[in-house]
T-cell receptor, first 111, second 114 residues
Framework: EDKVVQSPLSLVVHEGDTVTLNCSYE??????LLWYKQEKKAPTFLFML????IEKKSGRLSSILDKKELFSILNITATQTGDSAIYLC???????????FGQGTRLTINP | NAGVMQNPRHLVRRRGQEARLRCSPM?????VYWYRQLPEEGLKFMVY????????ESGMPKERFSAEFPKEGPSILRIQQVVRGDSAAYFC????????????FGPGTRLTVT
C-alpha cells in the first residue's frame, strides 16, 4: 500500500528562522510528489516535483526531491507569521490519479 | 477564473439523516476527486469521477456513501444515515482533462453529526 510519512508532525519557531519539513514515501511506480499549504480552508498548491535533484523555488519557499532515497524536503527561509499553516505532502502513483497524503506538519511561527 | 466551489461550507446533521455535499469544479476541469479529512489526520482519497462516470471509488466506504458527477450540474457526495464517525471535513478537488496532477482544492464542507 502506498504510504507517505511527514516529519516533524509539529514545529514551533520564531519569525525569521529557517525551517525544513520532511516527506518520505513508498509508492508503486512513483510519478510525482506535491506539496500543499493548508490554512483554515482549502489546501493551496505549492509545488509539484517529478525529477530528482531539481530545486523548485517560489519566493522564500523551495523544495527538492530525491528519488533514490524516496524523500523530499520543503524549506522556508526568513519565516513570517503568515507561514503558519499545515503543510501537506502527497504522491501520485503511476496510472493512479488519486493523491496519497501524509499526515501533515503543523508549522507555527511566533512573532 | 473561479476556483473550485463547494457548498454548503458547514453542515449539521442528526444521526440517521442524509447529508448531500456539492462540488463545482474549476472552469474547464472535467475530473473531480473527493477527499475526507478526519480531525488531526491527513486527507484520504474517497472517489474520482469524470462526467457521468465513476473512475475509481476505492476509498469509499462500502455502505451509505455514494457519489455522482452528472452531465449537467455539480458533483454530489451523498452520505445516507449519517453516524458520528462521519463528522469530518470533506474536500473536493478538480483537474483538467488528461492530467492527474496539480489538483486544485475547494474550501471544503465541514460536516458535524450530532
Amino acid at each position: 500500500e502506498d504510504k507517505v510519512v511527514q516529519s516533524p508532525l509539529s514545529l514551533v519557531v520564531h519569525e525569521g528562522d529557517t525551517v525544513t519539513l520532511n516527506c518520505s514515501y513508498e509508492v508503486t511506480n512513483f510519478r510525482s510528489l506535491l506539496w500543499y499549504k493548508q490554512e483554515k480552508k482549502a489546501p493551496t498548491f505549492l509545488f509539484m516535483l517529478t525529477s530528482s535533484g531539481i530545486e523548485k523555488k517560489s519566493g522564500r519557499l523551495s523544495s527538492i526531491l530525491d528519488k533514490k532515497e524516496l524523500f523530499s524536503i520543503l524549506n522556508i527561509t526568513a519565516t513570517q507569521t503568515g507561514d503558519s499553516a499545515i503543510y501537506l505532502c502527497a504522491v501520485f502513483g503511476q496510472g493512479a490519479q488519486k493523491l496519497v497524503f501524509g499526515q501533515g506538519t503543523r508549522l507555527t511561527i511566533n512573532p | 477564473n473561479a476556483g473550485v466551489m463547494q457548498n454548503p461550507r458547514h453542515l449539521v446533521r442528526r444521526r440517521g439523516q442524509e447529508a448531500r455535499l456539492r462540488c463545482s469544479p474549476m472552469k474547464g476541469h472535467s475530473h473531480v476527486y473527493w477527499y475526507r479529512q478526519l480531525p488531526e489526520e491527513g486527507l484520504k482519497f474517497m472517489v474520482y469521477l469524470q462526467k457521468e462516470n465513476i473512475i475509481d471509488e476505492s476509498g469509499m466506504p462500502k455502505e451509505r456513501f455514494s457519489a455522482e458527477f452528472p452531465k449537467e450540474g455539480p458533483s454530489i457526495l451523498r452520505i445516507q444515515q449519517v453516524v458520528r464517525g462521519d463528522s469530518a471535513a470533506y474536500f473536493c478537488a478538480s483537474s483538467p482533462i488528461g492530467q492527474g496532477y496539480e489538483q486544485y482544492f475547494g474550501p471544503g464542507t465541514r460536516l458535524t453529526v450530532t
